[in-house]
Every structure is written in C-alpha cells, then in structure tokens.
C-alpha cells in the first residue's frame, strides 16, 4: 500500500502562486506515475499534471505554460508549482499514485486551492 499526504493549499489572489506537495510513504518503489488531479463543486474530477517514474511529464492544456510538476525522489515527494492562478483553478486537488503492473490507485485526502478574482 501507499500513503500519499498532501500540503500546500490556500486562499490567493488571482495571479498568484501556490505550491502544493505530496508526501508518499509505503510501497513507494512500486509506484509508476504519481500525478495531480482537482475537482471543482459539481464538477468531474480531472487531471491535472503527470510525472512518471521515469520523469516524463504530461498536463492539462487548461495549465500549460502556468502549472509545473516535479519531484524530490530523495523525499519521494512531488510538487505542484502553480503560478498565474485564476478563479477557474479554485478546486480540492487531490494526489494520485498508480502502481506499476496493475490497475490499483491511491489518492491522497485532497487540499483546498481558492484563487479570489
């Protein structure tokens, strides 16, 4: 099994940043893509930004250029760097850890991001 902890969440300013980090512990070695997901109030839950184990990286085209994945393996934590925020980031966004071999996922509790216009 896998923990995965998040921290970082807030209230900003539109144009502000916010940096999000997720802690994992466990069966880290296992892990293939860890990644961030957010889910706005009725609204789907929706990806956000991958790293992969071998540190490729994907995003949502509604965060490029804006938001930057990245991780401290020394840590095993990864980060959310998120800049040039707007109203339409305010979400829970939540960490997510997909195993290799296998269709299993963890998620974290979920942090609140709240960018005021």
């Known amino acids: 099994q896998v923990q995965l902890v998040e921290s970082g969440g807030g209230l900003v300013q539109a144009g502000g940043s916010l940096r999000l980090s997720c802690a994992a512990s466990?069966?880290?070695?296992?892990?293939?893509?860890m990644g961030w997901y957010r889910q706005a109030p009725e609204k789907q839950r929706e990806l956000v930004a991958l790293?992969?184990?071998?540190?490729?990286?994907n995003y949502a085209d509604s965060v490029k250029g804006r938001f930057t994945i990245s991780r401290d393996t020394a840590k095993n934590t990864v980060y959310l760097q998120m800049n040039s925020l707007k109203p339409e980031d305010t979400a829970v966004y939540y960490c997510?850890?997909?195993?290799?071999?296998?269709?299993?996922?963890?998620w974290g509790q979920g942090t609140q991001v709240t960018v005021s216009s």
């Open positions: 997510n850890a997909k195993m290799k071999m296998s269709f299993v996922n963890y």
């Open positions: 790293i992969s184990s071998g540190g490729g990286t």
């Open positions: 466990g069966d880290i070695f296992r892990i293939n893509v």
